[in-house]
């Protein structure tokens, strides 16, 4: 069994930054593929970024590209997106996944954090 927990979300000013984490405990965190998604009410679920086990690939939705940036310490356990020039559009719930394939379909990963709340405004 694989745990999943995020942190770092937040209200913030339109053109501002946050941090997200996402703390995995329970098996090998350097064996899945760990992806980031979001969630905006009334919407579905959508694929944000992506990278390997190594941290040495990464994938992003384009609406993210050249904002958020994904990694991984693989020595914390510990997954991360950095995200800067928020605008209001990104305000959703962030979950964190765990997958065995570098992939933006949510239903190839395994395994779901709870969320945490990212709220900007203009």
């Known amino acids: 069994q694989v745990q999943l927990v995020e942190s770092g979300g937040g209200l913030v000013q339109a053109g501002g930054s946050l941090r997200l984490s996402c703390a995995v405990s329970g098996r090998t965190f350097s064996s899945y593929v760990m992806g980031w998604f979001r969630q905006a009410p009334g919407k579905e679920r959508e694929f944000v970024a992506v990278?390997?086990?190594?941290?040495?690939?990464?994938m992003y939705a384009d609406s993210v590209k050249g904002r958020f940036t994904i990694s991984r310490d693989n020595a914390k356990n510990t997954l991360y997106l950095q995200m800067n020039s928020l605008e209001p559009d990104d305000t959703a719930v962030y979950y964190c996944?765990?997958?065995?394939?570098?992939?933006?379909?949510?239903?190839?990963?395994?395994?779901w954090g709870r969320g945490t709340q990212v709220t900007v405004s203009s």
């Open positions: 990278i390997n086990r190594s941290g040495g690939s990464t």
């Open positions: 996944a765990a997958s065995n394939r570098i992939t933006r379909r949510r239903s190839d990963y395994d395994y």
